[in-house]
């Protein structure tokens, strides 16, 4: 009857000092997200089910870079990113720049089961939300004032930069039930000043977002170009799988890829016995666990593993 739950907020420059005022929310926030997620695995309901709970309530909070509160593109848009898989069956469901799903992680498991593909895109992917009862709302909820004050300071320092902040807003979930499955799930708003339709990694299956029953569960957060190129959540169970190595060690391995070329972020992850794992080369990453056998925790700084 083990069952594990694991979520992230982002990585990035997390400091007491950055983080400020804002602290008590966020904590109460990932808690809440927890609350979520458990209250399903601990009446013996599904992994995807309580990945998809845990997310939804970040997606909701202003102070994570996922739904409300997601980071804007050059042009002042919202554009949602989000991707959640089934270890059990591998079946996995994406989307990328929606603009009007409330939740895109409804919106990507409802791709994942409600059509033939894993993932849609852009306007096709706002069609498909309507067209299937995924709740939209108007782009403009998305915004807060403190994104808008953002973009607005990229802009006037012009060239291409973009999240000078270096803060990693996405949110992720990863979770073991008492039938021994696993899943994940990723949703993310981007980098702010994305351009020309950008897409990271949390919506690329594979990449940002994992799970395969018997090896583990993954999500990431981070400068999403190099976790696309290391494909970090397929090469941590490969690792695994073909290996033989532990989840904290394939974790650690597999992260120090992403920094070797020059990346840097975070991994949550959750192995087929429930062992929990988190692993991050930023100064912090929001975070929050919990287990069957009592373990509950909220975190935001410390040191990387």
């Known amino acids: 009857m083990t069952w594990t739950l694991v979520i992230h907020g982002g990585a990035g420059r997390i400091t007491p000092k950055v983080v400020g005022g804002k602290e008590q929310a966020i904590r109460e926030a990932l808690a809440r997200a927890l609350d979520a997620g458990t209250a399903i695995l601990a009446n013996g309901g599904a992994a995807i089910d309580a990945v998809q709970a845990a997310i939804e309530v970040l997606e909701d909070d202003p102070h994570f870079n996922a739904g409300r ?14 991707a959640i898989m089934d270890g059990a069956t591998r079946d996995a469901g994406a989307v990328a720049g929606t603009t009007r799903a409330r939740h895109p992680i409804a919106l990507a498991r409802a791709v994942m089961e409600r059509s033939p593909h894993v993932m849609l895109a852009g306007e096709g992917a706002d069609a498909f939300a309507e067209a299937n009862g995924v709740e939209t709302i108007d782009n403009g909820w998305f915004a807060t ?32 039930d008492t039938a021994g499955h696993l899943a994940a799930a990723t949703s993310t708003g981007g980098v702010t000043g994305k351009r020309w339709g950008r897409i990271g990694d ?16 993954v999500s990431c957060t981070g400068a999403g170009e190099f976790f696309v190129r290391v494909g ?27 920094t070797a070329l020059g990346g840097t972020g975070g991994i949550i992850a959750v192995g ?29 700084f410390a040191e990387p593993a």
Request: with cysteine.
């Open 69 to 82: 509160g997601a980071a804007l593109s050059y042009d002042g848009v919202a554009e949602l990113d989000a």
């Open 232 to 258: 970090v959540g397929h090469a941590i169970a490969a690792r695994i799988r073909h290996l033989g190595e532990p989840l904290e060690g394939a974790v650690a391995a597999v992260l120090g890829e992403v």
């Open 145 to 176: 004032p403190e994104r808008i004050s953002q973009l607005a300071e990229l802009r006037a320092a012009g060239g291409d930069a973009f999240d000078v902040d270096m803060k990693y807003g996405t949110v992720g979930a990863v979770a073991l």
């Open 272 to 300: 087929a016995d429930g062992t929990p794992q988190w692993r991050f080369s930023t100064p912090g990453m929001h975070r929050a666990r919990a287990t069957s056998d009592g373990l509950c925790e909220v975190e935001l």
């Open 202 to 217: 949390s919506p690329l299956i594979g990449a940002g977002t994992w799970a395969q029953d018997g090896a583990c569960a």
